[in-house]
């Protein structure tokens, strides 16, 4: 076994359900690090594994489960209530991608500000703009402001932008369903390539066939539990029989 690139270890992530909750007299006695806060609870509890470099680990569970709590807790978007995430290479997050563009700047002025947020110099946008372009095939509307591209081209720029980055860990959600076909294929194979080259991947979805085709791990959850953490096979057949009754 190489070494450890993420190492979770006995992580909870709480959420309010409800701002205006009223803490209950029971908590009042309970030890102030396990007190369960008015209208909170818990979207992870008691969750740890470990990533070795390399690894295509598929995430998988019903709706609200906590599966896209786990990939933002890899990108160091949350910070855990309890326990402790250890990421020790840099990450290239393939989730809410749309979410750093700027409505009113054009698409080239917000590739080379998502770009630079993400460490790559000017000179580095400037060598690779045309590629990133030419993926997204978006070309005509370089001086359109982003606000005015449909939600798929939205999806397009953005994940041509963060797919250049280096970044050794990768982490893909369902986003990537917005693109046609045509470009959900694309981006597939350009996830295909990234893994031949070594990095290590965390794909979210609900669809077994692409799960089987990156993931040889599943991580399994229900109710923000880790239930499950092996081959992708079995996971699947877990998650087909929760889903079945
Ligand atoms: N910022 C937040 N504030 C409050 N609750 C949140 C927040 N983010 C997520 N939650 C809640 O945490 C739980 C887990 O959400 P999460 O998005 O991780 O689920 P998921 O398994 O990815 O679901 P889906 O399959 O629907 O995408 C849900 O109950 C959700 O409502």
Wanted: aromatic share 8%.
């Amino acid at each position: 076994m190489g070494e450890s690139v993420i190492e979770v270890d006995g992580v909870g992530i709480r959420f309010k359900r409800n701002r205006r909750a009223r803490r209950s007299f029971k908590d009042l006695f309970a030890g102030a690090r396990r007190r369960s806060r008015p209208g909170e609870f818990w979207a992870l509890r008691d969750v740890s594994f470990r990533v070795q470099a390399g690894e295509a680990i598929g995430v998988i569970g019903r709706n609200g489960q906590g599966k896209s709590t786990l990939l933002k807790l890899v990108a160091e978007v949350v910070l855990p209530d309890e326990g402790r995430v250890g990421v020790h290479r840099g990450v290239a997050p393939l989730i809410e991608i749309t979410g750093g563009f700027v409505d009113d700047l054009s698409v080239r002025e917000n590739v080379y500000l998502t770009a630079g947020l993400h460490g790559m110099t000017k000179r580095e946008v400037d060598a690779r703009f045309g590629d990133i372009i030419d993926f997204a095939e978006i070309g005509d509307f370089l001086d359109t402001p982003y606000k005015h591209l449909s939600s798929g081209m939205r999806v397009r720029i953005a994940f041509s932008v963060i797919a250049q980055l280096e970044e050794p860990i990768i982490l893909v959600d369902e986003v990537l369903a917005v693109g046609d076909k045509g470009f959900r294929e694309k981006c597939y194979a350009r996830i295909e390539e990234l893994l031949a080259g070594g990095r290590t991947l965390f794909f979210v979805s609900h669809n077994e066939r692409d799960l089987r085709r990156f993931c040889s791990r599943g991580l399994y959850l229900e109710g923000g539990r880790l239930v499950f953490d092996g081959p992708i096979d079995e996971a699947l057949e877990l998650y087909s029989s929760a889903t079945a009754g």
